[in-house]
């Protein structure tokens, strides 16, 4: 079994594994929203782009991997572009369900989409998206944070708002 020490850098593996669920989790969200129509799919994908960048900018700067290679590999790309914040900032914001609405309806948009739709106008690719979708945000989801990341993250260690929120008791 590996040390926390170990994980002073993630391997690349891991974040080749952790980016795959989360990019097969946005092409089935934009495969969904095309159905709706194109300008539909692009508002979402500029949706998810400016989430991943509030990401970068407003915690990632703040986490101990910044600079580092974290388990989703965002630590380097935060350091570049938006240089390093004061890592104690990164555990003084209490994280509710209600902050983490914007990023649950990356999932729930294309979900919401993907009922309407198999309910006015039945497509099995459709609902196979939908169904991926949600096996991707619960079971994969779990999967990659149990198993490949949280699980081994010094700023878990550390402290994490979305760890704590994520495993209240
Ligand atoms: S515990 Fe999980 S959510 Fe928190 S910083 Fe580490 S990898 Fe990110």
């Known amino acids: 079994m590996k ?12 974040v080749l594994v952790s980016n795959l669920f989360s990019l097969a989790s946005y092409a089935l969200g934009i495969g969904i929203m095309l159905k709706a129509g194109l300008v539909f799919a692009l508002f979402y994908l500029a949706y998810i782009l400016i989430l991943e960048v509030r990401l970068l900018k407003t915690s990632c700067t703040y986490c101990y991997y910044c600079g580092k290679r974290c388990g989703f590999g ?12 004061e890592p104690k900032e990164f555990n003084s914001k209490t994280l509710s369900w209600k902050h983490m609405l914007p990023n649950m309806l990356v999932v729930l948009i294309p979900l919401g989409t993907a009922i309407f739709y198999l309910l006015t106008d039945f497509n099995l690719i459709v609902l196979l998206a939908a169904l991926f979708l949600a096996g991707l945000s619960t079971a994969g989801n779990g999967y990659v944070r149990g198993k490949l990341t949280c699980k081994h993250c010094r700023q878990r ?13």
């Open 157 to 169: 260690e550390l402290g994490c708002p979305a760890e704590q929120l994520f495993n209240k008791k």
């Open 74 to 85: 965002k630590g380097k790309i935060s350091a570049f572009f938006f240089g390093f914040g």
């Open 3 to 14: 040390s926390l020490d170990a994980y002073a850098e993630f391997p690349v593996r891991t």
